[in-house]
C-alpha cells in the first residue's frame, strides 16, 4: 500500500487567495482525519470522518476552512480566504474506526501564506 | 479535556545509552494509547499502539509501557542509534473515546555518536 497520499506537499500562496489541500487515505480505512501542526501550538485535529461523514468539526478554526469527503478514497481542506496565519504543516491521517487500529499519517503538506 | 504533557522537552544523549521518554496525562478513561517519531520536515510514523488492556508493547528496541491509573506511559529505547534521533510524539485519546485524540508536545531526542 503506498499509504496516505497528500498534495500538495508545499504550497505558497498570497493571502487572500483560495488554497485546496489533498489526501488519499488508505484503501480500506474508513476513517479520516485532517490535523494542523504549527510550533506554538502543536498537533490540532481539525476534523474527522467515519464512512465520508464529518463526525466532529469543532476544531476548524474559523468559516474560511471546510472539508469534503465525496467518497471513500478522496478528501479536501480548503481555506478561503488564506491569512499569514495560517501557515502551518497539514496533515491527513486515515485508520479503521476501531479501538484496535491507530492513525497512519500522511507526509503533510506545508502552507505558507505571504 | 484530555491533556498530554511530555517530559524531557529534549534530550541529548550518547550512543548507546538507554533512555526513557514519558507521556503523562490527564483522564485515565482511555482506550489505547499511540507513540509516534517524527523526523525533521516528515510526517509522523507510527511505532507503537497500546491498548488499556496491555501493560506493555515491544517493536525490536523499543518498549512501551502503560499505566493508567497513574496516567503515565513511558518509550523505553534500547541502546539508542543517532539513527533514532527524531521528535518522540504520544497520541492519548478523549475521554471514552478512541478516534479524537491529543498529541503531546513531543520529546527531540539527539543521539549523539
Known amino acids: 500500500d503506498a499509504g496516505v497520499i497528500q498534495s500538495p506537499r508545499h504550497e505558497v500562496t498570497e493571502m487572500g487567495q483560495e488554497v485546496t489541500l489533498r489526501c488519499k487515505p488508505i484503501s480500506g480505512h474508513n476513517s479520516l482525519f485532517w490535523y494542523r501542526q504549527t510550533m506554538m501550538r502543536g498537533l490540532e485535529l481539525l476534523i474527522y470522518f467515519n464512512n465520508n461523514v464529518p463526525i466532529d468539526d469543532s476544531g476548524m478554526p474559523e468559516d474560511r476552512f471546510s472539508a469534503k469527503m465525496p467518497n471513500a478514497s478522496f478528501s479536501t481542506l480548503k481555506i478561503q480566504p488564506s491569512e499569514p496565519r495560517d501557515s502551518a504543516v497539514y496533515f491527513c491521517a486515515s485508520s479503521l474506526s476501531s479501538r484496535d487500529y491507530g492513525y497512519t499519517f500522511g507526509s503533510g503538506t506545508r502552507l505558507t501564506v505571504v | 479535556k484530555q491533556e498530554v504533557t511530555q517530559i524531557p522537552a529534549a534530550l541529548s544523549v550518547p550512543e548507546g545509552e538507554n533512555l526513557v521518554l514519558n507521556c503523562s496525562f490527564t483522564d485515565s478513561a482511555i482506550y489505547n494509547l499511540q507513540w509516534f517519531r517524527q523526523d525533521p520536515g516528515k510526517g509522523l510514523t507510527s511505532l507503537l499502539l497500546?491498548?488499556?488492556?496491555?501493560r506493555e508493547q515491544t517493536s525490536g528496541r523499543l518498549n512501551a509501557s502503560l499505566d493508567k491509573s497513574s496516567g503515565r506511559s513511558t518509550l523505553y529505547i534500547a541502546a539508542s542509534q543517532p539513527g533514532d534521533s527524531a521528535t518522540y510524539l504520544c497520541?492519548?485519546?478523549?475521554?471514552?473515546?478512541?478516534?479524537?485524540?491529543?498529541f503531546g508536545i513531543g520529546t527531540k531526542l539527539q543521539v549523539i555518536p
Open positions: 497520541a492519548v485519546p478523549q475521554t471514552g473515546g478512541y478516534q479524537k485524540v491529543t
Open positions: 497500546i491498548q488499556s488492556s496491555q
